[in-house]
C-alpha cells in the first residue's frame, strides 16, 4: 500500500540534535529496501501559491493558506505493508526529530489515466 509522508517543520527549527541519520542515509536506506518511491524538499512558504474557487470565481493568493509556526518541508511516498509499517518508516525520517511527519494512505481512484 502506498502512503504520502507530510514532513513539516518549525519556521525556526532548532538545529538537529546529534543521534539518528540524515536525510541523504535515510533516502538511501529507502532505496536500498525498495520503499521509498518518490520524495523532494519543498520551497519555502513564502513561493507558495495558494488556490481556491469560490462561487465560479478563481481566487490566487500569493503565499501559504495559514499562518503558522509550522511549515510544510517536504514528502516522501514510500510503500508499506500496513500503517504500523509506514509508522515505523516514518520514525527513521530525520525531520520527524525536528519538526512532525504526517502519515497518511494513499486512496486509490480506479478509471484515471495514467
Given at each position: 500500500?502506498?502512503?504520502?509522508?507530510?514532513?513539516?517543520?518549525?519556521?525556526?527549527p532548532?538545529?538537529?540534535?546529534?543521534?539518528?541519520?540524515?536525510?541523504?542515509?535515510w533516502v538511501e536506506e529507502g532505496e536500498r529496501r525498495g520503499i521509498r518511491k518518490q520524495g523532494q524538499r519543498l520551497r519555502p512558504p513564502e513561493d507558495a501559491t495558494t488556490v481556491r474557487v469560490r462561487?465560479?470565481?478563481?481566487?490566487?493568493?500569493?503565499?501559504p493558506f495559514i499562518e503558522t509556526r509550522e511549515q510544510?518541508?517536504?514528502?516522501?511516498?514510500i510503500e508499506a505493508r500496513d500503517r504500523d509499517e509506514a509508522v515505523a518508516i516514518a520514525g527513521r525520517v530525520p525531520g520527524a526529530r525536528i519538526g512532525t511527519v504526517e502519515?497518511?494512505?494513499?486512496?486509490?481512484?480506479?478509471?484515471?489515466?495514467?
Open positions: 500500500m502506498e502512503y504520502l509522508m507530510f514532513v513539516a517543520t518549525d519556521t525556526d532548532e538545529p538537529e540534535g546529534t543521534g539518528g541519520i540524515t536525510v541523504e542515509e462561487k465560479g470565481e478563481l481566487l490566487v493568493t500569493d503565499g510544510m518541508a517536504g514528502y516522501f511516498l502519515v497518511r494512505p494513499v486512496r486509490e481512484i480506479t478509471g484515471l489515466p495514467e
